[in-house]
């Protein structure tokens, strides 16, 4: 019999249902089942929350698809109008630069011709002063040649003073 239980013993099969009661008592103990059940639940809420994830990423992306949709054209009309409103921005600046220039060319003929005046004035006031100058010298000459000249246009001045009638 000794033989008999050491062959048992020693034998694969007695180890294995050995091992097997071991695990069964250990998976009871453990509550292995209650655990790998709860794993099991763990996964399937995994991947349903992947699911709906999915779903809802692919709701946003097919709601970035129909926004950028027509991103092209938008953008396209967009830089029109820009380009439009930069036009007339550019021709309404040029319309204020003329005219500003028109009015600078005026402003700058009145200063030319009030400058022109003055020289002009100054000019005939130089040549008038210039004149009784060479006159009162010219005069002076002959009434320092011809007394007798002198005291004839006092007298001429005094017969017209005469004539003046006076009222009061």
Known sequence: MADFWNL????NT???????????MLWQKLDITSKVEGMKLEI?????KSKREKELATKHLQDAEKSVENLDNEIKEKLDKSKLMAQNVFHEIQDMAN??????EA?????????????N??????TADSAINLATTKLQE???????????????AIETLDRITWTK
């Open 44 to 48: 399937a809420e995994f991947i349903e």
């Open 142 to 156: 002959m009434f320092a040649q011809n007394p007798e000249l002198h005291n004839k246009q006092i007298n001429e």
């Open 8 to 11: 048992i013993v020693q034998s």
């Open 99 to 104: 005219k500003s220039i028109e009015k600078i």
């Open 121 to 126: 004035t100054k000019l005939s006031h130089s």
């Open 14 to 24: 007695f180890n294995f249902i050995i091992m097997l009661v071991i695990f069964v």
């Open 107 to 119: 402003n700058v003929d009145k200063i030319i011709n009030n400058e022109t005046r003055k020289v």
